[in-house]
């Protein structure tokens, strides 16, 4: 029943790996999001993909890598892992694009030591 | 650039009154601004959209005004209740009309018994 999945809940790992993110949603819905949660509690987008086309790629580093295999997933991919890169990573995904409500994942902790 | 303050950091009300909650925008109109309740650990869920060319958005006890002169939004909540405590996020798009959502710091609202 779960509507926007995200896999692994818990991400502890050293830096210099590399990890993905898994985020699934069964609503239907078209576009997908990935935003970032600092330890600010600031909530920030990255990326959007809109039927599986990128639409929106704000001023992240390169070492991230979203990736959709059709308009149900939205995978991160982050090479290279920094300190800096520790935060909460949320998926999440609306009907359409532009003024449509989004529904968000429960989030991915990411810790970099 | 565009700019999304939440005036109160925390909010502190007793049972059963109203709480009002401010978000102020700068820099740009947006079409429309949405409400998002986040509580700790979990991510943000979708309360009230609003557009531009609606004063006033009412669900059940929530009540969401905006003001395009004042480039103000307020949500209330009324006869609140002690699992109305939570964080609550005002989330106008990047620009104008867009897909992506700039999110205000939040409130923090502490209703006591």
């Known amino acids: 029943d779960t509507a926007v999945s995200q896999t692994p809940k818990y991400l502890v790992t050293q830096m210099g790996n590399d990890k993905s993110i898994k985020c699934e949603q069964n609503?239907?819905?078209?576009?997908m999001y990935w935003y970032k949660q600092d330890s600010k509690k600031f909530l920030k987008i990255m990326f959007s993909y809109n039927n599986k086309e990128l639409i929106i790629n704000e001023t992240v580093p390169n070492r991230f890598s979203p990736k959709s295999p059709d308009k149900a997933h939205l995978n991160l991919h982050i090479n290279s892992l920094e300190l800096g890169d520790s935060a909460v990573y949320f998926c999440?995904?609306?009907?359409?694009?532009?003024?449509?409500?989004?529904?968000f994942g429960p989030g991915t902790r990411l810790t970099v030591t | 650039s565009q700019k999304i303050e939440q005036n109160s950091e925390a909010l502190n009300i007793q049972e059963g009154k109203t709480a009002t909650l401010t978000c102020n925008y700068t820099?740009?109109?947006?079409?429309?601004l949405q409400w998002y309740r986040q509580d700790p650990g979990r991510g943000p869920v979708f309360l009230l959209l609003?557009?531009?060319?609606?004063k006033e958005k009412r669900k059940e006890r929530l009540k969401v005004t905006f003001d395009t002169t004042l480039k103000q939004s307020l949500f209330h909540i009324t006869a609140s209740q002690p699992a109305d405590s939570a964080t609550y996020l005002c989330a106008p798009p990047a620009n104008q009309a867009g897909t992506a959502l700039i999110f205000g710091k939040g409130t923090t609202l502490s209703v006591s018994s």
């Open positions: 820099n740009y109109s947006p079409a429309y």
């Open positions: 609003i557009r531009e060319n609606e």
């Open positions: 999440a995904s609306s009907p359409g694009t532009g003024g449509y409500e989004q529904y």
């Open positions: 609503l239907g819905h078209d576009t």
